[in-house]
């Protein structure tokens, strides 16, 4: 059906420009309404409020029990205490005192139950959403290459609210299972003829709901998929605001808009008929039913096999009757709907922490800084080795610079001192000891780390210089802000150092959001410093002030820079050339020039930076010192 | 924001609501027919009751009904011999099956009606906001979070539209048989029927109050929500910077203080609900025992036929649903209210840059650019003071002077993203202001430092200023753009996905793709802000000798930190602070011996002096 409607507005649709966005049908598809597994683990989380859990299934079970028992104490009024004459007032009183009883349990039951239910399925909700976070913080970085952060987003938002939906719906419809047993009891209990022929409308429900839900079922999916291609529609837009504006392409938007919309609207319409269409079957049920208590009841009444309260009786249960049929046909959706967010959630959960510390993990207060790579091999896919045997050492207070063209593995190297991914082959030390050997929080406390583009979080400025060091001073962060000549930008902006950052530092240009990233990486005062230098050329005056900032920054500490700055590289103590994940050579300025390869060629080019170089240059150059050297 | 009136939300989405006159026509006469059928249930049970116990009483209910004549024509069919009161109850539940059935099919309709004029609404207020967010200007979008944005328009939207579904018919339908009841029931037997209605006004003391409780709760939830997602977005976006410095603890207290502000707002609405609904009930529930014990002693005392308590008691049953929609209904009004008005506070925004009234398409002659002694800043202070310079036809101008000199901004004001404040620029001597955005824009190309890649095919994203373009001009685009060989590399070719989903292209990729997304719709004038900062030079110069021929009429406007990307230019100009300090060729300002000197000597310096430096680097 999608084809066809795609295919009628053809016409309007320009040749090159997409329509679908957001998740796929598949990816929303529904899968079955029970999985005892995902069930068991649900559980698990759930188990944790047990003891409310179980006042709120009481609650239910009170609440239901009083609904079924008012029209029973309605039933014994009239044929006890109206039917039967002089004493039916004092008889009467009891009743209603009875009944007064009912709704006292009722009332407390129904605010315990809401209340519980309510409180403890958002407690879940967050509970899952934690733990989904929190797993996804220590997941390694190859899992988070290769996943979508829209993706994750609207697992931790979306998915979560499904389960809590879940678990709401899983207590009401105990108590909706029991009213129904219930009633069905009461009416059978209270004259079982006339109970059973009223049952016999429920088949006919059934089969209806049977016939029904397939193409209901069909109809629901359809509205959220479209209505979820309109939102991804929207936020696309959203992020990609200026480049929009910028090729004025608002009109072709908008129509490609409201195609979606459109269609996202006339699914929503569809699905609402086919959820309303339920009602006049209900009702036309619920109608037969009194019409055969009417009758067969009223007959009853007439020859005196039954009274005339449990024809009341049966007429008041008969309009409760249907509820919890319905409430249960549409817990079965938001079942099935439980089931898939469930999957797709336990499916993150259960990726395995590839990167873990070991239980007795070194957690050294004081390392010397030295690094060293002894036969190391690593890729990031099986036969696929990015780093083969690297070996090299860098001593305290030594600052390397990493240079080498395009994928020869500059990033993963400085990656490894992290132990952002674990090596395949050899080991990588970090003042003496195997990353594998240490806990990553000392890891973390001992290398910083500077990536090429710096990445601000919402907030001040302050807030982004201390970042996670929660206990350094204010002063320490004016002293970095310092050191990295950031201050003086910073206190020229309208609040200083409060000034709020827009998304992912927006009103700061590239260099001051650089000059900030430096402060963080003084302010967590680390050991080891990695630094990736910035490809893009910032301007000459920035650019300076960078480079002032990286001596400052590397005062006292050992460096590794994957350098593009032919100023970084020359100052390093020692430069390491890669090539193909191989080192190809390995000493200072002086020394590489001496050695007319690789490094001397590329330099003799005269570019400002070794990335800017063109490959087909390098190609030249890396056959050159090739031949050269053999 | 908040103080967008709740009344005044109310009115304009039931005014946006009053458009859909058919439907809505059509949902009142359901209401009408579905409160009557509705009524009419009780009225035939509490007969039948009267009926099974005693033949009289039926039949003074019937002849006194309003069934009577049907009862005379039914008891014409059956004839004058068969017993009267199986009669009655035969006819009874004819009545009761037709009243059933007509209560499902008009409820059925009502509530169509309302769902589908909640999904028209839902549907125009997206389309409206979508294009409002379109028409924002640049300032308006610079200061605010991409995903409040996006969040009020998906969960503001819905919340909308739910208020229209589940709450705004259904209060017509709730006071019209809430009312129509009342007067049955009051008419029927005045304290009896005031005691079954005693709930009625704590009902609407309860909604009331807890209305106004649950607004402003939903507005403090939905801002807390935004913010939940923000922390978790930008976690997950520099997932990096978590990593490197092992923050993960300080992440997890960012999520959970905010993720616990949430806890604790959403806590308060369960609480409001939870009592809300259990007061409402418990207040119904108390009417129903006063009637059950005032009316039970008047049928004991005999002024009462036990049918007419009946009625009531069915009556009573009848309002339990509804009355429980209460509570759900109040929230629908809640969050109605504060989506509505957090949505509107949106569409209400005057775009600081739009048409004016009567503005012509702009008109190239030469395409000439002109700005004349334009400035520009907030609140006084200025951040361009003075610029005036000629962009001509074939002419390349320079723009290059320290961060925050205002350069950026002088490119922004071309396509008029911003205004000046003072002075004006026209294009062959038409004001910027006095023309048609739309025609300004497709003649002004203008290529950013940052691309955003949109999630569709390379294909797609180069032509996405013109989707109509034919495939060779977006092959020669990018061919144009250095980009060319790379994309037929490519897996797909012109078919590979980019954007999130798909290969992620490093910078110089990046503002190549978008080099070529301008260049495609051969603009009448060029400005590259600062886009080929992750280019290297040589592909640069590759670029601008491809673009020889396209920007041989045409006037071009480069800014760029790096002198090697505009030393060409035939006039460049040198800003700081603001002011254009320098201007002229490369030659004259290299002879002048100013700031543009300066710079020159700066970016030279490290490969001039390089084995000087080195030896001294490597002596050390």
Partial sequence: MATRSTHERSHEIPPKASIKLGPTVDEEVFGDAYNGQMVRRFIKYVAVYKVLLWVAIAAVLVFTVSSIAIPLIIKSVFDDAINTGSISRSKLSTMVIIFLAAVGFNFVANYLQELIVGRVAERILIDMRRAMYEHIQRLSLSFMDKTEIGKLMSRLQGDVAALQEFLQTAVFAIGDLVLLIG??????????????????????????????????????????????????????????????????????????????????????????????????????????????????????????????????????????????????????????????????????????????????ALDPEEIDGSIKFENVTFGYLPDQPILKNINFEVKPGETVALVGPTGSGKTSTTALVHRFYDIWEGSVKVGGHDVRDMTQASLGRHVSMVLQEPFLFSGTIFENIIYAKDDATREDVIEAAQAVGAHEFIMKLPEGYETLLQQRGGNLSLGQRQLISFARAIVADAKILVLDEATASIDSYTEMLIQQALARLMEGRTGMVIAHRLATIRGADRIIVLQDGEIVEMGNHNELMALGGLYARLYSMNYASFDDIPDELIQQAMQDSQGSST | MEGTSSVGVFMRITRMALQYRQRLFFGLVSIFLASGFQLAIPILIGSAVDAAQSLEGAETVISNGSVSSAVDSIKGVFGEGSNPAKTALIIIAVLLFVASVGRGVSAMFQNYVGESVGQSIGYELRMLYYEKLQRLSFSYHAGVHTGDLITRGILDVEGVRMFVQTALLRTVFLVVLIGTGM????????????????????????????????????????????????????????????????????????????????????????????????????????????????????????????????????????????????????????????????????????????????????????????????????????????????????????????????????????????????????IDGQDLRDITLDSLRKAVGIVEQDTFLFMASVEHNVAYGDPWAPDDRVELASKYAQLGDYIERLPGGYDTMVGERGVSLSGGQRQRLSIARSILLKPQLIVFDDSTAAIDAATEQRIRAALTDLTKDRATIIISHRLSSLMHADEILFIEAGKIVERGTHEELLTQGGHYNDLYELEIRPSEDSSRSSDDGGAS
């Fill in chain 1, 183 to 360: 009633i069905i009891g009461a009416m059978v209990w209270l004259d079982w003829r006339l109970g059973l022929m009223t049952l016999t409308v429920l088949p006919t429900l059934f089969i209806v709901r049977i016939i029904w839900m397939p193409y209901a079922r069909r109809s629901f999916l359809r509205a959220r998929v479209t209505s979820s291609i309109v939102s991804g529609a929207l936020a696309e837009n959203i992020n990609g605001i200026r480049a929009v504006q910028g090729l004025s392409r608002e009109h072709v938007n908008y129509d490609l808009f409201d195609i979606r919309a459109t269609d996202n609207l006339k699914a929503a319409n569809r699905a609402s008929k086919f959820g309303v269409m339920m009602l006049p079957i209900v009702d036309t049920l619920t109608g037969a039913a009194m019409a055969i208590i009417v009758i067969a009841g009223g007959f009853f009444v007439l020859g005196g096999t039954i009274t005339v309260g449990v024809m009341v009786a049966f007429v008041l249960f008969v309009q409760r009757f249907f509820d919890p049929i319905r409430a249960l046909t549409m817990h079965y959706n938001v079942l099935q709907r439980a089931m898939a967010s469930g999957e797709r959630i336990f499916e993150v959960i259960d990726v395995p922490v590839e990167i873990a510390d070991k239980p007795n």
């Fill in chain 2, 183 to 426: 007067y049955l029931m009051l008419s029927e037997d005045l304290t009896l029927g005031l005691i079954s209605l005693s709930f009625v006004p704590f009902v609407a003391w309860r909604a009331t109050a807890a209305r106004l409780k649950l607004r402003s709760n939903w507005y403090a939830l939905q801002e807390r929500l935004s913010a939940l997602t923000k922390v978790m977005d930008e976690n997950l976006g520099g997932i990096t910077v978590v990593r490197a410095f092992q923050s993960q603890e300080h992440e997890m207290k960012k999520f959970d203080i905010t993720s616990n502000e949430t806890l604790a707002l959403a806590n308060v609405q369960v609480g409001i609900r939870a009592s809300n609904i259990s007061m409402m009930g418990l207040a119904f529930m108390l009417a129903m025992a006063a009637v059950l014990w005032v009316g039970g002693l008047q049928v004991i005392e005999g002024t009462m036929r036990p049918g007419e308590l009946v009625q009531f008691l069915a009556f009573m049953s009848i309002l339990l649903q509804p009355v429980r929609q209460i509570g759900m209904m109040v929230n629908g009004y809640a969050r109605g209210s504060a989506s509505g008005g957090r949505l509107f506070a949106v569409l209400d925004i005057d775009p600081e840059i739009k048409d004016k009234p009567g503005a012509k398409d702009l008109n190239i002659t030469s395409g000439t650019l002109e700005f004349h002694n334009v400035s520009f800043g907030y609140e006084g202070e200025h951040t361009l003071n003075g610029i005036s310079f000629k962009a001509e036809p074939g002419h390349t101008v320079g723009i290059v002077g320290p961060p925050g000199s205002g350069k950026s901004t002088i490119a922004h004001l071309v396509p008029r993203f911003y205004d000046p404040i003072e002075g004006h620029i026209t």
